[in-house]
């Protein structure tokens, strides 16, 4: 038997979500920066009283519909325990009612497939939610759900033990590891920052805006204004930094006239070299030549800024918590984006600071794809494609040699069933029905 109640103390709500591996998204913080839902804190207990879920609930006033519950990514607790799930489930229904909510929408991240592989643990989570009484959302027509593939990079081995970073980089496809060895010799510098740095210098987070505004116009791409990059930041400082990769233009002409000096050596070197060295000789001064034609793409590229411009190219918003780095925001301005390629230079440095801060895994982010109209008779999703939008950023984030993960998606506990249709099928037509006309004014 187990029993559940309101939670109060926050401090061991929060440290039993990191201390199992629960997100951000699981802890007390997070309400604080989802401020249009109102938070619900819940907490299980065994017999021996000692706590064995947590629960974040946020509630949102929907027209027409009424309450909706939200649990972002689920409970933290033993999805296998049947008995905890079975009596929480029971208690989670009563208080729904209590609240007049009309249904809970949780996400746990329950694994379908791991690198295409299935999933027995996946599985039977699966058949232990419907059997009391959750549907599956990819099962129900939806406006709003896609399949979500989360690639991750284990940060530890078999044993535990850290991996070292340039054993990791070892791992992933030459490109990646070529922008990385390059990186500082074309002018990047990369420079972490905490919310204490950006609170005495606001100029930081106009910088790492722009490099996002930029980002948005290339990509689909979730735009936040300073104002809620802020409250995210300050809410979570503890466990956030932002990167921002810069192009340094005078310390690039530097490295070039390096080159171009050592290049003048090179050449003076072949009228009296051995034979056997000729060929050496000759091919350090192709390297030079290569990357003097690359230099001068990039002058051409930046000819409207300064000589000794310091421009931001490349930026993210990394939060760190329960063992997994979660980079939030991420993206690559278009000026000299595929000269210099800083987007992996600057994810490898952020994979350098989640093993310096004892992470185990580093996630780079999710892949959406389209959701199959049914399940399979072994209980999987059927063959999943990424969504046409994002099949770039798809290969880009595999490049990192990252394990794929395949999350079977959203359930939900429907306690009103009238108020959910509402939801389900009138909402959307409203809102189709609200948009068309805005487009319509706009046209006139």
Same mark, same amino acid.
């Given at each position: 038997m187990y029993t559940f109640?309101?939670? =109060?103390? +926050?401090?061991?709500?929060?440290? +039993?979500?990191?201390?199992?591996?629960?997100? %951000?998204q699981q802890c007390s913080l997070w309400p604080k920066v989802k401020t249009a839902w109102a938070p619900?804190?819940?907490?299980?207990?065994?017999?021996?009283?000692?706590?064995?879920? =947590? $629960?974040?609930?946020?509630?949102?006033?929907?027209? !027409?519909?009424?309450?909706?519950?939200?649990?972002?990514?689920?409970?933290?607790?033993?999805?296998s325990n049947e008995t905890l799930q079975k009596e929480f489930t029971t208690f &989670?229904?009563?208080?729904?009612?209590?609240?007049?909510? +009309? $249904? =809970?929408?949780?996400?746990?991240?329950?694994?379908?497939r791991i690198d295409g592989?299935?999933?027995?643990?996946?599985?039977?989570?699966?058949?232990?939610?419907?059997?009391?009484?959750?549907?599956?959302?990819?099962?129900?027509?939806?406006? =709003? %759900?896609?399949h979500p593939v989360q690639t991750l990079i284990p940060l530890r081995d078999e044993n535990g033990e850290l991996i070292p970073g340039k054993q990791l980089l070892k791992k992933c496809e030459k490109g990646v590891r070529y922008s990385v060895r390059v990186?500082?010799?074309?002018?990047?510098? $990369?420079?972490?920052?905490?919310?204490?740095?950006?609170?005495?210098?606001?100029?930081? !987070?106009?910088? +790492?805006?722009?490099?996002?505004?930029?980002?948005?116009?290339?990509?689909?791409?979730?735009?936040?204004?300073?104002?809620?990059?802020?409250?995210?930041?300050?809410? !979570?400082?503890?466990?956030?930094? &932002?990167?921002?990769? %810069?192009?340094?233009?005078?310390?690039?002409?530097?490295l070039q006239n390096?080159? !171009? /000096?050592?290049?003048?050596?090179?050449?003076?070197?072949?009228?009296?070299?051995?034979? /056997?060295?000729?060929k050496g000789l000759k091919n350090d001064i192709d390297v030079i030549d290569k990357?003097? /034609?690359? %230099?001068?793409?990039?002058?051409?590229e930046t000819k409207d800024y300064p000589a000794d411009a310091r421009i931001p190219v490349a930026g993210g918003l990394t939060i760190r918590y329960g063992g997994f780095a979660n980079c939030v925001f991420g993206g690559t301005r278009n000026i000299v984006r595929n000269n210099t390629r800083s987007s992996h230079y600057m994810n490898y440095l952020r994979l350098l600071r989640s093993i310096d801060l004892g992470m185990d895994y580093h996630d780079l982010g999710y892949v959406l794809c389209d959701s199959p109209e049914t399940m399979e008779a072994d209980g999987s999703l059927g063959?999943?494609?990424?969504?046409?939008?994002?099949?770039? &950023?798809s290969k880009f984030k595999l490049s990192f040699g990252a394990r794929y993960t395949e999350y079977i998606g959203e359930y939900i506990l429907v306690g009103n069933s009238f108020r959910y249709w509402l939801y389900k099928e009138l909402m959307p037509k409203a809102k189709k029905a609200k948009m068309t006309a805005i487009r319509l004014i706009k046209n006139r």
């Open positions: 109640r309101t939670e =109060t103390d +926050f401090e061991t709500f929060d440290r +039993f979500v990191e201390e199992h591996h629960g997100q %951000y619900h804190f819940y907490s299980g207990f065994d017999e021996a009283g000692e706590r064995v879920l =947590t $629960c974040l609930v946020l509630e949102r006033d929907l027209p !027409l519909a009424g309450k909706l519950w939200y649990v972002p990514y689920g409970t933290v607790s033993d999805i &989670i229904a009563a208080e729904m009612k209590a609240h007049k909510a +009309f $249904c =809970t929408i949780i996400d746990p991240p329950v694994p379908l592989e299935p999933q027995e643990e996946g599985h039977a989570a699966h058949r232990l939610l419907t059997s009391l009484g959750y549907q599956l959302n990819t099962d129900l027509p939806s406006y =709003t %759900y896609k990186g500082e010799s074309r002018g990047l510098e $990369c420079e972490t920052y905490s919310f204490e740095d950006v609170q005495k210098d606001p100029a930081l !987070l106009d910088a +790492f805006v722009s490099v996002m505004d930029d980002t948005s116009e290339r990509n689909d791409f979730v735009h936040r204004d300073n104002d809620y990059l802020m409250l995210l930041f300050g809410t !979570l400082k503890d466990h956030t930094d &932002i990167m921002i990769v %810069y192009y340094d233009k005078a310390k690039d002409t530097q390096a080159r !171009l /000096k050592e290049r003048e050596q090179k050449v003076a070197a072949l009228e009296t070299a051995p034979q /056997k060295k000729i990357n003097t /034609k690359s %230099y001068n793409e990039r002058m051409e063959p999943l494609s990424p969504n046409e939008d994002f099949v770039g &950023i």
